[in-house]
Structures are given as structure tokens and as C-alpha cells.
């Protein structure tokens, strides 16, 4: 009900200035609704109204959001009414870092070996073998040697076995190694008398002495070079249509693009051109290609609503599930393995400064607490030269830390984007980091009550991207065997619902834009099968994802 009118303007380019009423009517002077959902249960995660039952839309924006009454009386003639019969609807999720543009490259021309058993992918790559050309290449990617029933990793008489006509190469969902055939390792021109390229391995059977097919880092990248990579420009369009098509259908409204190429950026431009990008895109650019972005004048945040250029990304150190993060401990059980920086802190620092000089965002890709540290003291230095308001450094993955690493994160306003999937999917694998370090690893309840702003982030493919088992994994912290994993960084659902919506929009300066359902803000929302706060807590990730809509359209429909 109309009590206390109490106004507030917001700045908001696109729409122009709105006046916002403390009633239980939220609304903004515009023009009519087009469309109204009522009869909902809407978790809005706007703090001045939490809850609702209906909203309007008009313009791909919400106009208005409150009670049915309230809200259907807007309704004029010609206003499209749908009845949502109670269903829970949240804002659209923000996967804050994956890999979109490649992971849907590989979907095209790759089998998905993300199958329980040896068996399954065996069979996958034969049918595949048998619609390819003799002599072609037949690949996999999201292969898991834990995941499959044999308990075993594949092998490469198997692979001979299955697609004998056909060079095989089966890459490793984390990407870093992979498995292949006789014939590909003969087109690799490589024998059992080869020596291991430096940084990587040719593995070999300890008994006989003949390569096993598993290949590692650059024993990978020796395959790598030999597979023809003739992607045309089309096909980079078609694999961005692809995957928004797959991540929309789980609740994906927005995504980063974490180590976006030139190419990347068009393909997201092209499908958006072509009617074919269902969700949004904020790409940031590899630091590689950047002498070309800055040449064009190019900075953070050139685009609109639907692609628009990120940050710069920089590499610091290892991976987590491949674990070659750098730690300043130890692994369990390799008392010598301290992990990899990939990158020295004086490069890092001659990267970040060209790009924080011309306005760029920094975004660095920094796993275990010795690269988080060392990318900290790259941006404290930065802030300290060339300060700059608002700065947003974000820390891509900050995986393992520590008290005064979150006070430095704190102080600098920066933001973590840790994996939101791995305590549920990657559980077997944390057993390298032992319980200890587990519990300082994707430290939500860390960063949370610290008052930093951590996001929603898949690294997809190495991590699945559904936002339902991102939910479930960080509020239960067990994996799907039932093994905890870093019990005390558990957060409730409310706040984890907030850092898949709000804070992904927040650490691309969007949080004006979307993020909630608010009057004036975009109108992408997801519409769940089942009241996700009646769920039993270890069954999220079986809640069906009903209705995706970005924009005001529905771009998913079960
Ligand atoms: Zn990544």
C-alpha cells in the first residue's frame, strides 16, 4: 500500500532517470507494460524488496515489481499476461569466469567424453570415427580419468581397439593432458626412443619401456601442433550460438568470457549480429593481443548490454584441478611440489601497468596463496603509482587463503571469483590439498565476512557451470560421494544466490544494470521447477530449470 513516498534518482544511461517509491509497489515512470508474470514466488535479492509476486516488463527491463494486484493493474490493452502457478524466480545467474567462445568451438568438433565409463567413450569415438574421413582426427575433450566405473585411466590399445582408421586425441577436462592413439602418435613423429619435451611427458610403461599414449603440458602441445586448426569464421559464430543455447538452459543469463582472443570477440558479435546470443557477454582480452586493443583505442567496457569489452587477463600461476597451483606449502604427498608461477612478478607487473595506465580492468588468473600474493603486490604497487578510484582488480580463481591475504583483498577492493562447482565435482581431487587447506579454499564464508564481494564462477569446461549445483556445492561443501570438503567456508543460500547474481554484476561494473530484479534493471530472470529454499539441500542440483528469460524474451522454455 502507497504509504511514505520517499524518492530516489537513479543515473541509468539507457533508460534515463527513474523515481523508485518505498511502497510495495516498485516502480519506474514508462510507458506501458508489454508483458506481466504474476502468481510467482520472487526472490528479487533487491534488500528494500526482498519478495514478490508479480513484475512487469516492458522494453526488455522490468517496470514494475510488487504484489499481483498491484502489478496486473498496470496492465493495459494490449499487455501479455502469463501465470507463473507459484514457481520460485530468481535473477539470472553470472557465471563470472568461464571459457564460452572455446568451449563451444570444442563442442562442435570435439566428442564430450564427460561419460562414467570407459566403455561409454569408447563407444562415443567410434560412432564419431565412423561419420569422419579415414585419416581424420578424432577428438575428445572433458575426459575424467577419476570419473569413469573402471577406476583406471583409458588406454592406447584401447583406443587402437575402437577407432583403429583414425588418428585419436582425448584431452583431460582440465585441459593440461590428454590420451592418444598409435596412429596419432606416428603422425606426432614420436617413439618409445624419443626423449620427454622439457616441461612435459611422454608417459611410458615402466615394464616394456613403450609410450602409454598419455601425453602431458607440452608432451600434449606436440599433438596440439599437428591437429589442423581450421576453424572458419562461421564456425566460430556457430560454436558461441551452441554454448549460450547450453548455458541459458541451466539459468545462465550473463557470462565472462575469462581469456578472450580477437576472434573470440567477433565470434560474440557475430552470433549477437545472426539473432544467436542468448546471453550476455563481458570478455576480457588475453594480455597477448592487447598492443592490438590498445592500438585501437580499445578499454574496458567499450560495447553495450549484450558484449562488452572486460578486463585485461593475465596468468600468474597453476591450476587447481590439474594441481600445479603455487602453494606455499607443500602438496600432500609430493613434500618437493610447491606448484608452478607461470608468469615472474616483474612481467606481471610490465602486463598489468600498459593496460591500468590506458583504463583497463585487470583481471589475473591466480590459484595457490604464493600467486595470489604475488599478484596483490603487483596491484598494490600499481594502485600506489597510478592510483585509480574504482579500480575493481579482480583475482581470477583466488583459491587458497589465508587472514591477511583477505585483508589485503579487503583493502584493495578487489574481487575473487572462485570455482563455484569444484566442492561438489572436483571433491576426489582435493585430497592433494589436504583438509586443512581445504577449509581455506573457495572461502566464500571468508570473503563474505570480511565484506568483500566474491562471484559465481564455473571455469567451464574444467568445471560444470549449472548454477544449481553451484548452489548446493557452496552451501554444502560435499561432493556428490558424500565427502566434506572445507566445512567452515559454507554460506547460506540467500548469500549464495547473491554472489551468483549481484556481485557477478558488480565486478563487471554492472551492478546498476542487473544482478536483481529491479525497476529499470535488464529483464533476465530464471524461473526454477521447485521453491529452491524448500529443497533439501543436497538435491539443488536436481531442480529443474523451467524458464530462462534474458532481455524480457524467453530464451529457454522446458
Ligand atoms: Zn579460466
Not at 143 to 161: C, I, V
Not at 340 to 356: M, N
Not at 408 to 429: D, M, N, Q, V
Request: with cysteine.
Amino acid at each position: 500500500m502507497p504509504s511514505s513516498r520517499r524518492e530516489f534518482v537513479f543515473g541509468m544511461g539507457a533508460v534515463g532517470a527513474f523515481t523508485l517509491f518505498s511502497s510495495d509497489l516498485f516502480s519506474i515512470d514508462r510507458t506501458e507494460p508489454e508483458l506481466i508474470l504474476y502468481n510467482g514466488n520472487i526472490w528479487t535479492v533487491n534488500l528494500q524488496q526482498p519478495r514478490a509476486q508479480a513484475v512487469a516488463i516492458s522494453g526488455g527491463r522490468f517496470l514494475a515489481i510488487g504484489s499481483n494486484d498491484e502489478v496486473l493493474a498496470l496492465a493495459a490493452g494490449k499487455a501479455k499476461k502469463i501465470d507463473l502457478g507459484g514457481k520460485t524466480v530468481l535473477p539470472g545467474f553470472i557465471d563470472a569466469h568461464s571459457h564460452p567462445a572455446e568451449a563451444g568451438l570444442s563442442h562442435l568438433r570435439m566428442v564430450d567424453c564427460d561419460l562414467r565409463s570407459i566403455a561409454d567413450i569408447l563407444t562415443a569415438l567410434r560412432e564419431r570415427a565412423s561419420k569422419t574421413p579415414p585419416g581424420e582426427w578424432v577428438l575428445g575433450f572433458k575426459y575424467d580419468d577419476t570419473k569413469t566405473s573402471e577406476g583406471r585411466p583409458l588406454t592406447r590399445a584401447e583406443l587402437d581397439a575402437a577407432v583403429p582408421g583414425h588418428p585419436v586425441y582425448v584431452q583431460h577436462r582440465g585441459g593440461h593432458t590428454a590420451w592418444v592413439n598409435s596412429q596419432a602418435i606416428k603422425l606426432a613423429k614420436i617413439d618409445d626412443h624419443t626423449p620427454d619435451p622439457p616441461g612435459g611427458k611422454y608417459d611410458r610403461d615402466p615394464a616394456t619401456g613403450h609410450l602409454t599414449g598419455h601425453v602431458r603440458e607440452t608432451g600434449r602441445e606436440t599433438f596440439d601442433k599437428i591437429i589442423p586448426s581450421n576453424f572458419t569464421r562461421d564456425d566460430h559464430r556457430e560454436g558461441v550460438r551452441l554454448i549460450s543455447r547450453m548455458m541459458t538452459r541451466t539459468g545462465i543469463t550473463s557470462v565472462t568470457d575469462a581469456m578472450g582472443t580477437p576472434e573470440d570477440l567477433r565470434a560474440y558479435q557475430d552470433a549477437r549480429e545472426a539473432g544467436q546470443l542468448r546471453m550476455r557477454v563481458y570478455c576480457h582480452i588475453y594480455q597477448a593481443f592487447m598492443d592490438q586493443m590498445l592500438a585501437a583505442g580499445v578499454k574496458t567496457g567499450l560495447g553495450d548490454e549484450w558484449v562488452k569489452v572486460g578486463a585485461q587477463k593475465m596468468i600468474c600461476d597453476g591450476s587447481i584441478s590439474e594441481r600445479t597451483a603455487r602453494l606455499s606449502q607443500p602438496y600432500i604427498g609430493r613434500p618437493d611440489d610447491f606448484g608452478i608461477l607461470v608468469t615472474t612478478e616483474e612481467d606481471l607487473y610490465q602486463q598489468a601497468r600498459k593496460a591500468h595506465a590506458a583504463g583497463w580492468q585487470l583481471g589475473t588468473h591466480a590459484n595457490g596463496d604464493v600467486g595470489i600474493d604475488t599478484t596483490l603486490r603487483v596491484y598494490e604497487r600499481l594502485q600506489k603509482e597510478l592510483p585509480r578510484k574504482d579500480a575493481r582488480y579482480r583475482l581470477e580463481h583466488c583459491t587458497v587463503v589465508n587472514d591477511s591475504l583477505i585483508a589485503r583483498i579487503k583493502a584493495l577492493g578487489a574481487i575473487p571469483t572462485p570455482f563455484s562447482t569444484y566442492a561438489y565435482y572436483h571433491g576426489e581431487k582435493m585430497k592433494e590439498y589436504g583438509a586443512d587447506r581445504v577449509n581455506h579454499m573457495f572461502a566464500l564464508r571468508s570473503f563474505i565476512d570480511a565484506g568483500i564481494r566474491p562471484t559465481q564462477a564455473s571455469d567451464y569446461p574444467p568445471g560444470p557451470f549449472e548454477p544449481m549445483m553451484a548452489l548446493q556445492s557452496e552451501v554444502t561443501r560435499t561432493d556428490a560421494k558424500g565427502n566434506v570438503w572445507g566445512p567452515q567456508q559454507k554460506i547460506t543460500l540467500e548469500e549464495a544466490i547473491r554472489v551468483g547474481t549481484m556481485h557477478g554484476a558488480y565486478a563487471s561494473y554492472e551492478e546498476n544494470l542487473k544482478g536483481s530484479i529491479e525497476p529499470g534493471k535488464l529483464a533476465d530472470l530464471v524461473v526454477l521447477g521447485r521453491d529452491v529454499f524448500k529443497e533439501d539441500p543436497y538435491n539443488i542440483i536436481n531442480i529443474p530449470i523451467e524458464r530462462t528469460m534474458v532481455d524480457g524474451r524467453w530464451v529457454w522454455e522446458s
